[in-house]
Nanobody, 131 residues
Framework: QVQLVDSGGGWVQAGGSLRLSCRAS????????MGWFRQAPGKEREFVAA????????TYSDSVKGRFTISRDNANNTVYLQMNSLKPEDTAVYYC????????????????????????WGQGTQVTVSS
């Protein structure tokens, strides 16, 4: 199993950028699909982005599509979330997560978007975007 450590959060003005990192321990990182989720105060945890084990395919929530990019470096056991054009509504604690599970979506075996499908979680990193 992998253990995950998130980093890279901070404070930024609207329109700015941040890059989150998630470092995994263990030799099986490249077998896991990786996801990023976020949770704002008083709200449920929501899906942000996910990437296949090989990095060949990604998926995003509509709220971040075109602004955020998920990527991974399997040689260094790290997944990234590049966040551009940040908005105040992006303010949240961001969590990386790992899963070996897949879900059937439109007849295709896909990366899960549901937090319950993810088996391992980082500790979270705070992102604050001011207007």
């Amino acid at each position: 199993q992998v253990q995950l450590v998130d980093s890279g959060g901070g404070w930024v003005q609207a329109g700015g950028s941040l890059r989150l990192s998630c470092r995994a321990s263990g030799r099986t990182f490249s077998t896991y699909a990786m996801g990023w989720f976020r949770q704002a105060p008083g709200k449920e945890r929501e899906f942000v982005a996910a990437i296949r084990p090989s990095g060949s395919s990604t998926t995003y929530s509509d709220s971040v599509k075109g602004r955020f990019t998920i990527s991974r470096d399997n040689a260094n056991n790290t997944v990234y979330l590049q966040m551009n054009s940040l908005k105040p509504e992006d303010t949240a604690v961001y969590y990386c997560a790992a899963t070996l599970r897949r879900t059937l979506r439109n007849g295709i075996l896909s990366i899960p978007r549901e937090s319950a499908a993810y088996e391992r979680w980082g500790q979270g990193t705070q992102v604050t975007v001011s207007s």
